[in-house]
Nanobody, 115 residues
């Protein structure tokens, strides 16, 4: 099975930065589209960013210019660099691997932005 493990979440103040990591199990990571979603309390799960096997990227308007998704295929890891964090960024952040067969999700990591 595919296993995804997120890390790097925590508590920060507005304007600060965090980098999330998503480590995948020993799979054919390099051919997967990878992405990040988030879910705040009482809200639907929201698309944040996506990166293809060709390293093409796509971002939600709410994070464009502040967040950057990247991948390191040698480490089977995808990252989400989050700058200029706002209280409304508070959510559980989930990593996703998209394959032709199905989608795989991590368990999530909590990000809290508070003064």
């Amino acid at each position: 099975q595919v296993q995804l493990v997120e890390s790097g979440g925590g508590l920060v103040h507005p304007g600060e930065s965090l980098r999330l990591s998503c480590a995948a199990s020993r799979i054919i990571f390099s051919i997967y589209t990878m992405g990040w979603y988030r879910q705040a309390p009482g809200k639907q799960r929201e698309f944040i960013a996506r990166i293809t096997s060709e390293t093409r990227t796509n971002y939600a308007d709410s994070v464009k210019g502040r967040f950057t998704i990247s991948r390191d295929n040698a480490k089977n890891t995808v990252y989400l660099q989050m700058n200029s964090l706002k209280p409304e960024d508070t959510a559980v952040y989930y990593c996703i691997a998209q394959t032709t067969a199905r989608d795989y999700w991590g368990q999530g990591t909590q990000v809290t932005v508070s003064s």
